[in-house]
């Protein structure tokens, strides 16, 4: 997993419980680089696994709500560093339509030991439908990061249903058009 991703979420955790207490988080989940990422580099995707479990034992807050507030941050983030990818996009159906066949294939040239998931999109009438698959069991970040998209467009479609395999890596997300 790209360092990007993992520094965002310590970030994240900084903002959140503030800085001594996210080191603790660090420190208590064992993570094998110590939880210093440069942004370019490249880590195991269990990292962020870890982070977020430890944070989960050592804060208030439940996994969801990480997680989500967690990718609501990311795709801030996205917005900030890689404005190019939302420009004249005005929906979230109309950027997750992109994300397999433009926006994950930009990543893929800047970062070429990027590991990316497979997406597929159909539209029937009012109902876009997304399918994720993916070697890594992280449904849950892609559920979240559905959720942060949809926000991020005003909240004018909605995630009708989804459904995660129990393995995480494959979900399927209905989100019914404005
Ligand atoms: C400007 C928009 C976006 C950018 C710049 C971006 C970039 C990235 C990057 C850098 C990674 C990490 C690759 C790695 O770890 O090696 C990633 C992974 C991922 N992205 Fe995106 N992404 C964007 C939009 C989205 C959206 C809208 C979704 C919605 C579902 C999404 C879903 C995911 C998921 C689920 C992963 C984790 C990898 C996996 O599941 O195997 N991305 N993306």
């Known amino acids: 997993m790209k360092g990007i991703i993992l520094s965002e979420f310590v970030e994240f955790l900084e903002e959140t419980v503030g800085p001594d ?37 050592d804060t208030e807050h439940d996994a969801a709500f990480l997680l989500q507030s967690f990718s609501d941050h990311l795709f801030s983030v996205f917005k900030r560093d890689y404005q ?21 294939v930009e990543v893929k040239k800047l970062y070429p030991d990027a590991e990316l998931p497979k997406f597929e999109y159909r539209s029937d009438g009012q109902q876009f439908t997304l399918d994720y698959k993916s070697p890594r069991p992280l449904a849950a970040v892609a559920h979240a990061l559905v959720n942060a998209c949809i926000k991020y467009f005003g909240n004018r479609e909605t995630l009708v249903s989804y459904n995660i395999a129990d393995d995480q890596c494959a979900a399927k997300f209905v989100i019914q058009l404005s």
Do not use: C, K, P, W
């Open 21 to 57: 207490h996210a080191q603790a988080i660090i420190d208590n989940s064992g993570v094998s680089s110590g939880g210093a990422y440069s942004r370019v580099g490249r880590y195991d995707y269990q990292e962020l696994i870890q982070l977020l479990t430890q944070a989960v034992t």
């Open 84 to 104: 190019v990818f939302f420009e004249g996009v005005s929906s979230a159906a109309e950027m997750l339509s992109q994300i397999d066949n433009h926006i994950h």
